[in-house]
């Protein structure tokens, strides 16, 4: 009783979530604060598919552009970051949208985080180390030995998380995902609502490919060139991430502009099932198809009511 209220939109990616949450929060007289792992950072605009300068003109965003790309960002600074912002726009009498994809976000912001060992920064630099040795995909590769759970879901090229999580292991003798059962996530500051956006599979697929393509059409690559120019180098973890990792080997010649599309596409497809299958482990998700506005807005009337 009494608890702020949270409406949540999330889904896999391409699912509509930017255009829906600014139509309701227009709707509802609400401020967005965004729950993407990357659109924290400053100057990657086109790969992270942020909301633009106009839709944010309409309504305010909150944990875009909090970070520059050499920057580290976890689930605890955002869940640090994203409780002020809450608080903040419930002080001023507005209602919070919380939209994203990046689950784990989610989770630290309304259930929580495990009280994880401190960070051992020369145990970082050793693993990051082995990584660059060993080459790609060997701390995947080592986590799915040690914590099967976790490593099913990172991506292979997530290096800052498979850091953390064998980081975890090393210090605790325990798997990481191990401390999480034991947490529960049982915290609740908030009363929440949350909305998942799912699409057929197809049209879903459809989606990713024309996103992509658009990206590359809207200046990727000069944006790459751009950030790079700036001193933030394509070794950074989130220049490794989808779309940058791409038009890195696109700009050293390892492939063509097609091929990098092509690539992009699948790793794409390969994130929306990732996602898909954390949000459907979640108990509280209600599922709609982007479509489905009025029964969407039923439910937030019926939701800010109670």
Known sequence: MNQPQLIIITGPTATGKTALAIELATRYDAEIVSADSRQVYRYLDIG????????????AHHLIDVA?????????RFRALALA??????????RVF????????????????????????ALRARLQEQEEREGKGFLHRWLQGVDLDAANRLHPNDTVRLVRALEVFLLTGKPMSHWQREHGFRER???????????????LHRRIGARCQQMMRDGLVDEVRRVWDMGYGSELPV?????YAQVKAL?????????????????????????????????????????QGQEITAVIDKFWQS
């Not at 912002?85 to 507005?94: M, N, P, Q």
């Not at 220049?239 to 779309?243: L, N, R, S």
């Open 98 to 121: 919380v939209v994203g994809g990046t689950g784990l976000y989610l989770r630290a912001l309304t259930r929580g985080l495990f009280a994880g060992p401190a960070a051992d920064m």
């Open 239 to 243: 220049m490794q991430t989808i779309g």
């Open 48 to 59: 992270t598919a942020k909301p633009t300068h106009a839709q944010r003109a309409v309504v």
């Open 251 to 291: 700009l050293h010649g390892r492939c063509s502009e097609g091929e990098a599309i092509a690539q992009m596409i699948t790793e794409t497809k390969h994130l929306a099932k990732r996602q898909l299958t954390w949000f459907r482990a979640e108990p509280d998700v209600q599922w709609f198809v982007p479509s």
């Open 85 to 94: 912002a809450v608080e903040d726009i419930l002080r001023r009498g507005r």
């Open 189 to 203: 500051l908030f009363a929440t609502l949350m909305i998942g956006l799912v699409c057929e599979r197809e049209t």
């Open 68 to 76: 520059n790309p050499d920057e580290q960002f976890d689930g605890a």
